[in-house]
C-alpha cells in the first residue's frame, strides 16, 4: 500500500511531527486530492500554543490541491464547469442544509472543516499539511482558473473570503469612501485590498513594523500610521481625523485583535459611518468601551469571522481580476513538509506576512 | 404488508386515480408522513391539463403530516426542538449546499420537491395527496407549535413563504406604506397579509370576483377595486391615483398571472416606487410593456416564484402570531382523498380559494 | 397688541415660569401655530437640571398644532394636501439640503428643533410649551389627518420616528422574529410597537415597574422581565434564552439607556441576530463591554437617536393604519399650561409614560 | 457695465446664437463663477431639436467653473472646506429639503437645473454654456481639489453620479461579478468605470461603432460586442451566455436607449441576476417584452436616470482616486464658446465621445 507524510500536532507546546499514513482507497463518492500548497493560519499557532487543543490533527484548512483520483464522486465544480484529476481545486465540506444557520444564510452549523479534524482514524488524511488530503463524499468544489497562480487561489481562502462576507454585512463600501484598517497582519492585508476592490477611494492602514506598513502601501495603501509612532490611541484617532478633513473615516474595519481597537475604531468613524469587527475573535473579557458613540454617532456595526461559500467564489473572482495588487508578495516564506515548524516559528516571530508549506516538494 | 391509499395523476386530463401502495419499510434515516392535510395548488391542476406532464405522479407540494415512524433520521427540527413519532411537521428535500444557487443563496438546483417526483417506483409514496409519504434520509424539517391549527400551518407553505422571499429581495415594506395587490387568488390573499404583517398601512387589492373581494376585506383589505366594474386598465390605474392622493402606490405586488398586469402594475407605482412581480410565473409570450416607466419613475421591480427555507420559519411565525388574520376561512374546500376530484373541478371553477385533501378522513 | 402665555425655562433647577409675549406680525412667509398639544420629553427634564442649559428658552419640541394665521407660506403640505387655517399639523424646521449629512441623507446640520431656541428675541415664540409658535418661512409641514386623534399624532414623534429610522437601519424586522426591548418607558413602548408594526412576531419588554410592564402587555408584549424581581443581568440573560428556545432574540432593541444595558444587549442577542442602540444618548463613560461577542456572533448592531422627515411621515401613517394599539393610553398626564411643573414632578417620579402640556387649556 | 458671452438656444432646430449679456451685481449670498468647462450633453441636443423646447436657454448643465465673486454666500463647500474666489467648483441647486421627493431621499421636485431655465430676464447667466454663471442664494458647493484635472471634475458630473445612484439602488455589485453594458457611448463608459470600481472582476461591452468599442478598452472593457457584427439581439444574448459559461451576466446595466435593450438586458440576466436600467428615458412607447422573465428568474431591477448630492460627491471622489482610468480620453471634442454648434454636430454624428466647451477660451 502506498504511504505519504502529513506533519501532525501531537499536543500544545510540541513541534508538529512528520509522520507516515497509508493513501486510503476511496470509498464511493470519495475524491483524493495532491496538496499543492496550505497556508500556516494565525488559528494554526494559536491551537499548537493551547493546552485543550484537541490531538492528532493534521492541521491545514487555508489548502489549494489537485485532483488526483475521483470515484464516482462530483463531476462539475459550483461553477458547473468539469472536473478531471489533474485539475487544481479549493474544497470545503458542503453546508448541511437542514441547520437553522443553513436555513437563515449562515455558516453551517454541522459541516467539519478539513485541518481541524483528528487523525488518528482512517483515512488519516483530514488536513492540508500532508502531501495527500482525502475529501469524503458529497464536497463543495471550485475549480481554480488555468491562468491564475496557486498563490492567487490560496489567498483567496486566506481571510479574504472573510472579508468579503463582511463587507457584504456591513452594506458594501461607498464609492470614494475613506476606509482605515486596524491592523497589517494578513486579514488588514486582506481588509485593505478588499475595500479597495469594493470601491474605496482611500485607505489607511495602522499597524506594525514598517515592513509590514511597506507592505501595505505596495498593496495600495495611501497612508499608514505606524503604532510604534504612535502609541497612544487617542493620537491614532487624532491622525484619522487630520486625514479626513476632521470628520472620521467613513468605514473603519477592525483587523488586530488589539483589546483597545474596539473603542479606538468607534471613536476613528464619521457620524452615521460603518465599523467592520473582523479582529476580535479571541476574548479578552470585558474591556473599557463607550457604548454612547454607537448612538451618538448613529454607527454601524458588524461582526464576522468567517466566510460563506459565495464568499470563496467572489474571492477567487477578485483574486482573478484584480491582478493589478501584487498579492503574491503577502506570501513571505515558503516551506516543504518537513520544514513546517519553521514557518510556524517566522509566524510567531512576526516575521511572516502569510507562511505556507508545500507538502509535495 | 400494510398498504395505504394515494391519489395518482395517471395522465393529461384523465381524473386522478385512487391507487392502493404498500407502506414501505424504512432505509435507514427515512422517516415515515402519515398526512394530515394537503392543499391543492394551482400548478397541480394546470399540471393535471398539461399533456408533458410526466406520470405516473401522487400530487401534492404543500403538505402538514404526523410523524408515523422514524428510522434513525433527524431527531431535531431546523429549529433544534426534539422530534419523536405524533409530531406534526412540515417538510422538504434538504438544499444540497453544493451548488451555485445553495452557494449564493437561492433556491437548490437539485433537490426534488415532494409532490412532483414520479411514483411508479418504490417508496411510491412521494406526494401529499395520499395516507402516507415517505421521507428520504436528511430532509428539512419544522415542528408545527402544537397549540396551532393545522390550517394555519398549511397556510405557511401556500404561497406565504414565496412572499417572504418576495418582500425581502423588494427591501421590505416601508411602515405605513399604501401597497395594491394585483389579484385577488391565494398568492394575492398572502401577499395582502404579509404587506400587512411587514408594515403596510393600507392595503388595496383588485380582483373578482366580489365573493373573492369580500375575503380580502375580512383578510385586511382597507380598499378593493373588481375588474368586473373597472374593466379597463386605464381605468384601475386612476382609481388607484384616487386613491393615493395622486401619487400612486409606494409597493404594487403583482399576483394575477394576467397578461396586461405588469404593465399595469408599471403604471400604478409611484415615482421610486416598488413593484413585486409574483404572478408572471406562465409565459404568454412578449406584451406590450412601455421599458421608459421604469426609467423615469426609477422603479425598484424583483421577480420570485418561490421561498427558501428561512422564509418557511418565518411564514410559521408569521402564521402562529398574526392571529388577528382570520387565514382558516381561505381553506374554502376540504375534502377527503377519493374526492380529490372534487377539489380540482373547485378550483377551475374559480370557485374555491384554497382546497385541501385530507387523506386519512 | 395681541400677547399670549408660555412656559419658559429659566436656569436650571428651577420650575418653568409662565410669561406673556406679544404675539408677533408675520414675516413674509412665516406661519402662525396655535399649539393644540406637546410632549414633555426626557430631554427636556434632562436640560432642565443641566447648569449649562442656555437659557431663556421655550421648551417644547414634540408638538401638535393648528395653523391660525398664514402669510405667503407653503400652501401644500410634504405630500401635496392643501394647507389652510384651522388644519392641524406637525411640523419643523426645513432641513438646508447644502451640508454633508443632507447630502448622504442624515439629519441636518443646521436646522434648529423648535423648542430649543433661546426665545430671548422676538419672535419668541420658539417652543410648543405656549399657547403660540411662530414657525419661519420655510417649513417642513405634515397635515394630520382629520379622522386622527391629536393624541396620536403627536406619539407619532414622539420616539416613534426614530424608532423607525432605527428599524431602517438596522435591516427591517424578519417577519415573524421574536424581538426583545430593553426598556418600558415611551422609547421603549414606541420601540414594541414599531417592531410589531414592522413584523416581529414576538415581542419581550424588559422594565419596571410593573405599571409599565402592565402597560407594555396592553400594547402588544408578549412577555415581561421585571428588572425588579430579575435584578442581575445574568438572570436577565438566561431569562431571554429560554424564552428563545436557546437561541437568543433575533432583534434586540436598547432603550433603556442603562449603563450595562449594552453588554446586556449583546448578550441577548441570537448568533447573526441584530441590536439596535437607541438608548445611550447619555454619556456615562467606559463600560465593561465584551468585543468578542460582536465578532463570534458576527452581530449587527446601529446606533440611531433622532428621525428624517420621511420617519415622521411613515411614523404618522402606522399611527394611522395601526389602531390595534390603544397608544392613546400612554398618555397618561395632561396639564394645561400652568401646571407645566407638574408634568415634569410626574416624569421625574417615573409615575408618567407620557406627560403632555395642552396649552390653550 | 461689463458684460460677457453666452451660447443661446433660441428654438427649435437653430444653431445656438452667442449672445452678450451683462454681469450683473451679485444680490445678497449670490456667487460668481467663471465657466471653465461645461459638457454637451445628449438632453441639449434633444432639447435643441425638440419643438416644444423652452427658449430662450443657455443650456449647459454638466459644468466646472471658478468662483469669481462672492457676495455673503457659502463661506464652506458641503465637505466643509473653506472657500474664496478662485476655487474651482462643482455647483447645483440645493434640494429644498420639504417636498416629498426630498423627504424620502429622492431628487427634489423643486430644485431648478442650471442649464435648463430660461435667460430671457435678469441675471440672465443660468446655464454653463457662457463666460459667467450667476449662481442663486445657498446653491449645494463641492471644492474640486488642486490636483484633479478639469476634466476629471466634470466627468463626474456626466452621467457617472447618476451611474452611482443606480449601482447603490440596485444593491451594489457583488465583487468579481461579470458586468454586461448595453451601449457605448458616455453613459455605458461610465458604467463600465462605476461597476469595475465597484468590484466588477469582468466587464462585457455591446455596441458600435469599432472606435467606441476600442475606448472601451482602453477603459477597462474585458470584452466587447460589436452590435455590427451581431445584428440579432438573439446573437448578442447568445454571446453573452458564451463567455459567462451558459449561466449570464450577474448584472446587466442597460445604457443604449434602444427600444429592444430591455427584453434583450432580461435574456442577458442570469437567474437571481440583476438589471440597471438607465438609457429608457426616452419614452417609445410599448415594446414587446416578456414579464415572465422577471418572475422566473427572480430578476432584481432598477430604474434610474438622475443622481443625489451624496453621489457626486462619490463620483468625484472615485475619479480622484481611480486614476487607472484614462478618463480623460473620453472627451473628444473641445471647442471655445463661438464654436458650440460644432460641438452638437460632432455629437449628433456620434464622432464624439464627450463634447466640451470651454467658454473662456
Redesign the interface.
Known sequence: MATCKAAVFVGANKPLAIQEFPIPALEDGATLVRMEMAAVCGTDVHAAHYAASPFPVIFGHENVGVIAEMNGG?THD????PLQPGDRIIFRS?????????????S?QH?RPYGMMRCDEPPHLRGGFGQYLYLDP????LRVPDEMSTERALLSVVGNHTL?NG?E?IG?V????TVVVQGAGPIGMGALI?AK??????GIVIGAPSSRLELARAMGADETIDIGELREPAARVERVRELT???GADLVMECSGGSTA??EGLEMAR??GKFL?????????????????????????????SG???HI??????M???V?YPVERLITHRFPLDRVNDDFAAHERLEAMIPVILPNQ
Chains 1, 2, 3, 4 share one sequence.
Open positions: 462530483p459550483v461553477l458547473g464547469q458542503a453546508a448541511c442544509g437542514k441547520c437553522f444557520n443553513c436555513s437563515v444564510g449562515e453551517c459541516s458529497d464536497p463543495w468544489i468579503l463587507i454585512r458594501g461607498d464609492p470614494g469612501a478588499q476592490v469594493a470601491g474605496a477611494g482611500r478633513g476632521g470628520r474596539f473603542q457620524y452615521a469587527v473582523v479582529g476580535q475573535w479571541t476574548d479578552y473579557g470585558p474591556q473599557p468601551i463607550n457604548p454612547s458613540l454607537v448612538t451618538r454617532k448613529s454607527l454601524r456595526l458588524n461582526g464576522v469571522f460563506a461559500p459565495r467564489i467572489r474571492s477567487l473572482q477578485v482573478q481580476s484584480a493589478r
